[in-house]
C-alpha cells in the first residue's frame, strides 16, 4: 500500500495551510480532496475579514491558499476519504481508504470542515451570495441600517440574530416553532432587544428579489395565511453539522454530541499521530483565519510527532542494544527519577532513553511495557528486558545486569 508521511483531509483553509507548514518543514504531504480545493470560501462573494486582504472574492481567497501550498510542492488526490482506521502497533497505522484505493500514513490532519444545512425555500439557492447568507459574522457588516430575516430557532440562530441587530434596521426572528430551542438565557436577552422581531410558527415560503433579496413570504403555520416582509438579506441557520462520515467505524477518535472532533491545543485527537483542524473541530469561532491557524499548529504538531517517532524508531529499534527508561511525563516521581537518570548516565557515559510512555502509547503498546516507570532492554528491535523500577539503583542494577551501553 502507498505509504505518506502526512495525509491531509480536506483542502480548504486549514489543510491547505497545514500543507504549506508541514511542507516548508521538509515532511512529504498529501492532500485529498472529495470538491474544489479551496473549501466552503469558494461559496461567497466577498471576503472583507482575512488580514492581509482587504477585500477579496471567496472563489479568489481560496485559489491563492492552493497556488501557495503547490508552490511549497503539496501533492492534490481528487478524491473522496471514506473511512479511516488505526492500528497502535505500527508506524504507518493509519489507512484511509478512499474511493481511489487506500493508503497508509504516518500521520494524519482532519481538515474536513462542516457542511451548513438550507433552509429548502424557493429563491435560497439563486439568491445565495446575492442577500442569503450562513454567516453572520462574515457578512453582517453589509447590512448596517438595513433590515434582515434569520430563520432559525436554535442557539445559533438566536445568537447571531443579536450579534446581526448591532447593524440591521430591524431583525425578524422566523421561527417554525412555537417557542425558540436555544438555551433560555441567550432567548431572554435576545427579546429585549427592540431590534429583534420574534415570528412564531411561520415558515419562510419564498425569498424574492431580482437580482438581490428584496423581500420574505412568511406563512403562518396554524392559520396558513402569508404575508410579505421587506428585508435585504436573509440569514439562515437551521444546523451545521461536520463532514466525519468518513469516521463513522473510527470509535477511537472523540467527538462530542453533534459529532465535532475534539482536540488539544496542539490539535491532537484522542488518538495518536491523528490531528484535526479548521471547522470540523469543536471550536468557538469557525472562520478563514481560524482555520489556517489550526492547520499551521496542526502541522507543527504532527512535525513533532514524526520527528520524536523517527527518533524514537532510530534509538530504540535499529542498534544492537539500547536502554530505555519508560515513564509516565504527567507524573511528578517519574520525572524526577528521569532527571537523576539523566544526570548520572551522562556522568557515567551510559545511553539510556527516557521515553515518555504517556504521549508515545504507540510505542509502549507495541513493546507490551507494563507498570510504569520500567527499564527495558532492546536487542536488534525486540525488547529482550523489562522490570519496573522506582529509583536510580534500581535503574543502574537493571543495566549493571548486562553491563553498561556507551
Ligand atoms: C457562505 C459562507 C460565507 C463565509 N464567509 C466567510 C468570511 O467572509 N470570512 C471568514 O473568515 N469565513 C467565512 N466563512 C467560513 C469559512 O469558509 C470557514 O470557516 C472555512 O472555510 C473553514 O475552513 P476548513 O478548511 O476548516 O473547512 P472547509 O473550508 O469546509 O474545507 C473542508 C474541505 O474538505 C473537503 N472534504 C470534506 N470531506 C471530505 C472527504 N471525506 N474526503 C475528501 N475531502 C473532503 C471539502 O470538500 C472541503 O473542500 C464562510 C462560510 C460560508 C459557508
Request: proline residues 2%; negative net charge.
Given at each position: 500500500m502507498e505509504n505518506r508521511q502526512i495525509v491531509i483531509i480536506g483542502a480548504g483553509p486549514a489543510g491547505l495551510t497545514a500543507a504549506i507548514y508541514a511542507r516548508r518543514a521538509g515532511m512529504d504531504v498529501l492532500l485529498l480532496e472529495r470538491g474544489v480545493s479551496g473549501g466552503q470560501i469558494n461559496s461567497t462573494a466577498e471576503v472583507e475579514n482575512y488580514p492581509g486582504f482587504k477585500v477579496s472574492s471567496g472563489l479568489g481567497l481560496g485559489q491563492a491558499f492552493r497556488e501557495h501550498a503547490e508552490r511549497f510542492g503539496a501533492e492534490?488526490?481528487?478524491?473522496?476519504?471514506?473511512?479511516?482506521?488505526?492500528?497502535?502497533?505500527?508506524?504507518g497505522d493509519k489507512i484511509i481508504r478512499t474511493?481511489?484505493?487506500?493508503?497508509?500514513?504516518?500521520?494524519?490532519?482532519?481538515?474536513?470542515?462542516?457542511?451548513f444545512?438550507?433552509?429548502?425555500?424557493?429563491?435560497?439557492?439563486?439568491?445565495?451570495?446575492?442577500?442569503?447568507?450562513?454567516?453572520?459574522?462574515?457578512?453582517?457588516?453589509?447590512?448596517?441600517?438595513?433590515?434582515?430575516?434569520?430563520?432559525?430557532?436554535?442557539?445559533?440562530?438566536?445568537?447571531?440574530?443579536?450579534?446581526?441587530?448591532?447593524?440591521?434596521?430591524?431583525?425578524?426572528?422566523?421561527?417554525?416553532?412555537?417557542?425558540?430551542?436555544?438555551?433560555?438565557?441567550?432567548?431572554?436577552?435576545?427579546?429585549?432587544?427592540?431590534?429583534?422581531?420574534?415570528?412564531?410558527?411561520?415558515?419562510?415560503?419564498?425569498?424574492?428579489?431580482?437580482?438581490?433579496v428584496e423581500?420574505?413570504?412568511?406563512?403562518?403555520?396554524?392559520?396558513?395565511?402569508?404575508?410579505?416582509?421587506?428585508?435585504?438579506?436573509?440569514?439562515?441557520?437551521?444546523?451545521?453539522?461536520?463532514?466525519?462520515?468518513?469516521?463513522?467505524?473510527?470509535?477511537?477518535?472523540?467527538?462530542?454530541?453533534p459529532g465535532w472532533i475534539v482536540t488539544d491545543g496542539k490539535m491532537e485527537t484522542s488518538v495518536e499521530g491523528v490531528f484535526a483542524a479548521g471547522d470540523v473541530r469543536d471550536k468557538f469561532l469557525r472562520q478563514v483565519v481560524t482555520a489556517a491557524g489550526d492547520g499551521a499548529t496542526a502541522a507543527m504538531a504532527a512535525y513533532e510527532y514524526l520527528s520524536n517517532q523517527y527518533y524514537l524508531k532510530d534509538r530504540l529499534f535499529v542498534p544492537e542494544r539500547a536502554y530505555a527508561l519508560f515513564i509516565s511525563g504527567i507524573d511528578e516521581s517519574h520525572l524526577a527519577l528521569a532527571g537523576e537518570t539523566e544526570d548520572w548516565r551522562r556522568g557515567a557515559g551510559v545511553s539510556v532513553l527516557t521515553?515518555?510512555?504517556?504521549?508515545?502509547?504507540?510505542?509502549?503498546?507495541?513493546?507490551?511495557?507494563?507498570?510504569?516507570?520500567?527499564?527495558?532492554?532492546m536487542s536488534?528491535?525486540?525488547k529482550a528486558r523489562e522490570t519496573a523500577v522506582s529509583s536510580l539503583d534500581d535503574v543502574k542494577n537493571f543495566i549493571g545486569a548486562r553491563g553498561p551501553l556507551h
Amino acid at each position: 500500500m502507498e505509504n505518506r508521511q502526512i495525509v491531509i483531509i480536506g483542502a480548504g483553509p486549514a489543510g491547505l495551510t497545514a500543507a504549506i507548514y508541514a511542507r516548508r518543514a521538509g515532511m512529504d504531504v498529501l492532500l485529498l480532496e472529495r470538491g474544489v480545493s479551496g473549501g466552503q470560501i469558494n461559496s461567497t462573494a466577498e471576503v472583507e475579514n482575512y488580514p492581509g486582504f482587504k477585500v477579496s472574492s471567496g472563489l479568489g481567497l481560496g485559489q491563492a491558499f492552493r497556488e501557495h501550498a503547490e508552490r511549497f510542492g503539496a501533492e492534490f488526490r481528487d478524491c473522496s476519504a471514506e473511512s479511516v482506521s488505526f492500528s497502535v502497533f505500527e508506524q504507518g497505522d493509519k489507512i484511509i481508504r478512499t474511493d481511489r484505493g487506500g493508503i497508509s500514513a504516518d500521520a494524519l490532519i482532519i481538515c474536513s470542515g462542516s457542511t451548513f444545512k438550507r433552509a429548502g425555500c424557493k429563491g435560497e439557492m439563486e439568491l445565495a451570495g446575492h442577500g442569503v447568507s450562513y454567516c453572520a459574522v462574515c457578512d453582517g457588516v453589509f447590512y448596517e441600517g438595513a433590515p434582515v430575516a434569520v430563520i432559525g430557532g436554535g442557539n445559533a440562530a438566536v445568537e447571531e440574530a443579536e450579534y446581526l441587530a448591532k447593524f440591521a434596521s430591524k431583525v425578524y426572528l422566523i421561527h417554525r416553532g412555537e417557542e425558540f430551542r436555544a438555551q433560555r438565557v441567550l432567548v431572554e436577552r435576545a427579546l429585549c432587544n427592540p431590534r429583534i422581531e420574534p415570528v412564531m410558527g411561520c415558515v419562510v415560503d419564498e425569498i424574492e428579489g431580482k437580482d438581490m433579496v428584496e423581500r420574505v413570504v412568511v406563512r403562518g403555520l396554524r392559520s396558513g395565511e402569508t404575508r410579505t416582509v421587506s428585508v435585504e438579506g436573509v440569514f439562515v441557520f437551521v444546523g451545521t453539522a461536520p463532514n466525519v462520515d468518513f469516521l463513522k467505524d473510527s470509535e477511537d477518535i472523540r467527538m462530542d454530541g453533534p459529532g465535532w472532533i475534539v482536540t488539544d491545543g496542539k490539535m491532537e485527537t484522542s488518538v495518536e499521530g491523528v490531528f484535526a483542524a479548521g471547522d470540523v473541530r469543536d471550536k468557538f469561532l469557525r472562520q478563514v483565519v481560524t482555520a489556517a491557524g489550526d492547520g499551521a499548529t496542526a502541522a507543527m504538531a504532527a512535525y513533532e510527532y514524526l520527528s520524536n517517532q523517527y527518533y524514537l524508531k532510530d534509538r530504540l529499534f535499529v542498534p544492537e542494544r539500547a536502554y530505555a527508561l519508560f515513564i509516565s511525563g504527567i507524573d511528578e516521581s517519574h520525572l524526577a527519577l528521569a532527571g537523576e537518570t539523566e544526570d548520572w548516565r551522562r556522568g557515567a557515559g551510559v545511553s539510556v532513553l527516557t521515553v515518555d510512555a504517556h504521549r508515545n502509547l504507540r510505542i509502549k503498546g507495541k513493546l507490551g511495557i507494563g507498570e510504569l516507570p520500567a527499564m527495558v532492554e532492546m536487542s536488534c528491535g525486540k525488547k529482550a528486558r523489562e522490570t519496573a523500577v522506582s529509583s536510580l539503583d534500581d535503574v543502574k542494577n537493571f543495566i549493571g545486569a548486562r553491563g553498561p551501553l556507551h
